[in-house]
């Protein structure tokens, strides 16, 4: 710290700093109620950024507060350590009462926010004239800078547990309002609370199992039941989950086998009648609250502030933003961070889905991929241990769920063509973590032909 610094409590910006740390000097049994509130960037003043990371630091160590340990640490921070004491001396002076920091750490808050975005202004128009920088990047830097200033806003409160209390009597009134958005599957909605408000869903399997069809065939339900639904396909381009979903839509309720499937429609052979039918199905479902992403490849920055940009959309409708699903993580661009290290991406992935959930106050539905180690093996029925860089999903999610079937094996084996024939239209969910409910296996029937999953009969 630059000798300079210690001059700083002569400037009027560092007024509100003063008092605020002065407080927590003066009256630290309140440093452990906001250690995890305050950022110590938020401090324009060194000195202060300085104190406040001492303080907040020992406060959640359990170290309890004394002004010499606040000293000497403070000290080994100065360049003139004789002129540290007269700092503490003048900022604790400063101290306002506690009961009025409320206001005065929200505005501290806001000051860092524009100073953030007066930087990150400056860096854009830096990054936009020089043509050695490639402009995606700089949009998708700008992107991580703001996401990172926005994020800051819509931090949690923290609540009295009489308050929750409150919030829980009030779903306990009204159960059905308080559960999510309706997956259109009763054995589902029953298993995991339907597409929960706020929770991350991990939804994995190999190739060919079926988890687009899966996904696309109960978002299809939610946005029919008026739930908006953002879809990010970054496999499939926009024409294919158009085509999918009216081969769902025609399929029905009654499971018509000869309803056009949605590879001949994507390709356009068919015939008179079943085009006029198609036609049909478009005009019924343009007005769902399904909106299509069909960028080849975003970052989870870019994720989020579209995210955003569609829910403002929605509620211009009057319609609410009640699940966004991303297909499929392997797809997400890393930001580079981690570059090379595929745990770590898949963990900066998976935790950007889960704060996205919270901040929006949806369900994020996200698809992966499983390991080829579980083709190696007799028993293929997946386990947590097969998803690709599983630590942070496994711990991220509130659900995670597998789709398997065994047709997908059986199809190949001609001692086994009855087999194959009898489990054709069985898909097996197996629900492995559910952080609010029970685990456990479900069967569904499942057309893939069509995009299809249905409640088994006798189920609904």
Known sequence: MTAALAHSADHNESTLEFNIIGSFIMSPESLMTYADQIDAEWFEDEACATLWTIMANQAREGLVFSWSSLLAEFE????????????????AAMAIPVGLINGSIDYLKKRWMRRSLREIAS??????????YRPKDAVTDA?????????????ARALTLGAANTKLAKKMEDPEAAAGASTGLKALDEKVNAFARGELFVLAGRPGMGKSAFALSTLRNTAKLGHGVLFFSFEMPETEVSARMVSDELYGQDRDAFAPSFSLINKGRLSPDNKARVISKFEETEELPFIIEPSPRLTMAEVTARSREKKAALQSRGIELEVICIDHLDHVEPTGRYRGNKVEEVAEVSNAARALAKELNCCVLLLSQLNRSVESRDDKRPRMSDLRNSGALEQDAH?????????QYLK?????EEDALAAKNDLDLLIKKNRNGETGDIKFHVSIAHNAVRDRYGSA
């Open 76 to 91: 080994d921070h100065m360049e003139d350590r004789k002129l540290a004491s007269k700092m503490l001396a003048h900022i």
């Open 123 to 132: 860096e854009i128009q830096v990054n936009a004239n020089n043509p050695q």
């Open 143 to 155: 992107i991580a800078a703001l996401d990172r200033v926005q994020s800051s806003s819509t931090s």
């Open 399 to 407: 659900v995670v769920m597998f789709v398997y079937r065994d047709y």
């Open 412 to 416: 190949d084996d001609p001692t086994a």
